[in-house]
């Protein structure tokens, strides 16, 4: 019997089911983190997301099947819900799995409406789409979000699974050793995925069993305030600023995990750039980098210097950049700003200031 962390609604689960049933071409869809991109497997037919597409095609051999991997590594459901149309819902998916549950912070309330806002726009979406959440976690600690992402899930209806309800009681107890499941106690190596795969897919077999549910009527109000539901990413592919010292960078793109592309960068010491949007979130994306010394720059909204927020993009870590989403205002109903990224401390190496994009919701 599957275990699920929250048992929700089957009824989008069970249409899904008759269309490939039928032989109709389906899109599966991810959204999440480096767990979801792959990191740490041997390769990509051992990540959960190949198994749980692997499992679909063996449920339904007549039907077409795409998959859709949306996963970005260290980046949460803020980012997630910025950039989930381009990522994922334009290509019509039949289902999307959400995996961020090792990304955001279960403290942060902040993350449970980041979170929400990405099952809303699933759910909203017009290819009436399944959903089902998934809960990782950190081997060693047990920590994950799963209780503000799950309670987010229970008001919409949507199944959740949790791998940390499965894996960490087994680790505590000694029936599963954290080096058989993970090298650095947050990435799954090939059997940890598989547990993945194998909770996910025990849980659509389930739902395929059941008679199907009546339709969950979507909730009037949002369990939070829900800014992210229009969240939109500025780059330099839809996005003019007024700039002075900084470039805007032309180097095409690989993949979507090719994440310092399509930004500006700067090695001028007051280079400036400058924004009026109009939000009541804002937030810059950025580069810290493990070439030091690293440039400083300044977030500036509505030209208030004595309150900028400063941005340093020296990184201590070894592992490699790391893409960073800094929130420099928040409000709770939109209006029009002026945002202004100005460097202030650039060293001699040419070591450049990288803005990726500025993000409001």
């Known amino acids: 019997m599957a275990e699920f962390a929250v048992k929700g609604n089957n009824y989008r689960f069970k249409k899904l089911f008759e269309k490939a049933g039928r032989g109709e071409d389906i899109t599966v869809g991810f959204l999440g ?6 990191c740490n497997a041997s390769d990509e037919s051992k990540r959960y997301v190949n198994r749980i ?9 007549k039907s077409e ?3 859709v991997n949306g996963g970005i590594g260290a980046t949460t459901s803020q980012f997630g819900a910025a950039r989930l149309y381009d990522d994922v819902l334009r290509f019509d998916p039949d289902i999307v799995f959400v995996e961020f549950s090792v990304n955001d912070d279960n403290n942060d309330k902040h993350f449970q409406e980041t979170y929400e806002s990405c099952l809303r726009k699933i759910l909203t979406y017009k290819t009436e789409p399944a959903c089902m959440v998934i809960n990782n976690l950190f081997y060693d600690t047990g920590f994950n979000a799963q209780e503000i992402h799950n309670e987010a ?3 919409y209806g949507v199944p959740a699974v949790s791998v940390r309800d499965y894996d960490w009681p087994r680790l505590q107890s000694g029936e599963l050793k954290r080096d058989d499941l993970t090298a650095d106690g947050l990435h799954p190596n090939d059997k940890g995925m598989e547990i993945i795969a194998m909770l996910v897919n025990d849980a659509l ?6 008679p199907a549910d009546e339709p969950a009527e979507f909730p009037k109000k949002p369990l939070t305030k829900a800014r992210y539901d229009n969240a939109k990413r500025f780059d330099n592919r839809n996005f003019t600023p007024e700039i002075k010292g900084f470039t805007a960078d032309s180097k095409p793109q690989r993949d979507i995990t090719d994440i310092f592309k399509n930004g500006w960068f700067s090695t001028e010491n007051g280079a400036s750039f400058k924004a ?3 939000a009541a979130v804002i937030c810059v994306q950025w580069r810290r980098t493990i070439k030091r010394p690293a440039p400083v720059a300044l977030a500036i909204i509505d030209g208030d210097e004595k309150n900028a927020v400063t941005l340093d993009a020296n990184f201590e870590e070894d592992w490699g950049d790391l893409i960073c989403l800094t929130k420099v205002f928040e409000a709770d109903k939109p209006s ?19 803005l990726v994009s500025l993000i409001t919701a």
Do not use: C, W
């Open 276 to 278: 009026e949007v109009e």
């Open 336 to 354: 029009k700003h002026t945002v202004e990224i100005r460097v202030t401390d650039q060293p001699d190496n040419n070591v450049p200031f990288y």
């Open 205 to 210: 077999d389930e739902i395929a069993s059941e």
């Open 65 to 67: 099947m795409t998959l």
């Open 33 to 38: 983190g480096s767990i979801t991109m792959g």
């Open 53 to 61: 597409f692997a499992h679909f095609q063996e449920m339904f051999p």
């Open 153 to 155: 899930a229970a008001y």
